[in-house]
């Protein structure tokens, strides 16, 4: 198989598809791997340590999609790219496409077999391309709150651990998966006091185990929302319905009744967000203000740590790149959780929670 990396091109982002390590196992099974120059920048990752990986650089983009079979991306393709899409070219990359219709349309019309890493599951129903990255952006959620927080960036002014004598800030998680427990972790480790929402019985029990008298864990019912999100400081929408778009649980009307100058950290803006208010940002310009409330909806946070994105995601997507790599489209004949990340083949949605938010011809 011909695997192509182009140089990703989202503003800010500053991951890659294969890290050196990656390449070097594909090419040692006779794989014939093609890096665009430069695209491991941003991970320390020369033109020369692919070259030693025995990967082939090229000069442009459009070079490696037009050699390549398979293409192994980490953000969802831009309309730059998804035009150079062909019938025969695999894809495989987060996609996102649920909140998507531009990039969904994109792909149909270009043929080819688009596979997401985030709606590929394991043997226990988790998501286990979509961990590591989940992981990462729900420890920088509170990195990230916590500096708006301050009243330059215009947060309430407020030091998330507090110092003895003061208040700590109250930090409201909603979601109690992945991305919760890990914002959780790092809430609690910078002093906040933490309160985790969801609607599972069990999975609450399982975060009172881990976390013990650290965490508050309430069930999340529109009254128990409502209460906690006036009182928070900081309010981290880790909300996720695999491929679909997420639920908006926070509405405009209760920004007023919140406090002046807290901050919405939205996890969840890959699916389209968990507030209402939410619309998706850049690192360049990663917030803005409504009623008073910073909003963070920055659409590709793990972005902004790419040596440790990149490889936690390596580690996750080697496995199913080889597979893809050795047998083709026929590799999700034979394992049913690669299958489930089929998201578009020969031009029509294959995944029916992307069909349930556009319809089969969005």
């Not at 020369?46 to 983009?61: T, V, W």
């Not at 939205?266 to 998706?280: L, M, N, R």
């Not at 909003?295 to 390596?314: F, I, K, Q």
Request: aromatic share 4%; charged share 20%.
């Amino acid at each position: 198989m011909i695997i192509g990396v182009p140089k990703e091109i989202k503003v800010k982002e500053a991951r890659v598809g294969l890290v050196p390590s990656s390449v070097s196992e594909l090419t040692r099974r006779g794989h014939e791997v093609l890096v665009q120059t430069g695209a491991g920048q941003g991970i320390g990752a020369s033109d020369a340590d692919y070259e030693a990986a025995g990967a082939k650089i090229l000069p442009d983009a459009q070079s490696v999609f037009s050699q390549a079979k398979m293409i192994v991306k980490v953000k969802e393709p831009q309309p730059s790219e998804w035009v150079q899409l062909r019938p025969d070219h695999i894809l495989f990359t987060y996609l996102h496409l649920a909140a998507d219709a531009a990039q969904t349309r994109g792909l149909m019309e270009s043929g080819c077999t688009a596979i997401a890493y985030e709606t590929i599951t394991d043997a226990s129903g988790g998501l286990p391309l979509l961990a590591p990255m989940s992981e990462v952006a729900g420890r920088l959620s509170v990195i990230e709150g916590a500096a708006h927080l301050k009243a330059n960036a215009g947060g309430r002014g407020m030091l998330i651990s507090g110092v003895p004598g003061t208040e700590p800030a109250e930090v409201v998680i909603i979601g109690g998966g992945v991305v919760g427990v890990n914002a959780a972790k790092m809430a609690v480790g910078m002093g906040a006091r933490v309160t985790i929402l969801d609607k599972s019985l069990p999975r609450l029990r399982y975060l009172s185990d881990i976390f013990g008298p650290s965490v508050t864990t309430r069930y999340s019912s529109a009254d128990v929302l409502d209460n906690c999100v006036r009182k928070a400081d900081m309010v981290v929408g880790a909300v996720l319905i695999p491929g679909a778009s997420a639920p908006r649980l926070v509405s405009k009307a209760m920004l007023s009744e919140m406090k002046q100058g807290a901050v919405l950290v939205d996890v969840a803006i890959d699916q389209g967000g968990c507030f209402e208010t939410s619309k998706a940002t850049t690192h360049d310009e990663p917030t803005y203000i409504v009623d008073g409330i910073v909003h963070y909806c920055v659409a590709n946070m793990p972005g902004s740590v790419p040596r440790t994105s990149s490889e936690a995601l390596n580690n996750a997507t080697l496995p199913f790149t080889l597979a893809l790599a050795e047998k083709g489209v026929a590799a999700l004949d034979d394992d049913p959780h690669l299958a489930n990340g089929l998201n578009v083949k020969d031009g029509q949605i294959r995944y029916q929670a992307v069909i349930d938010a556009l319809g089969e011809n969005p």
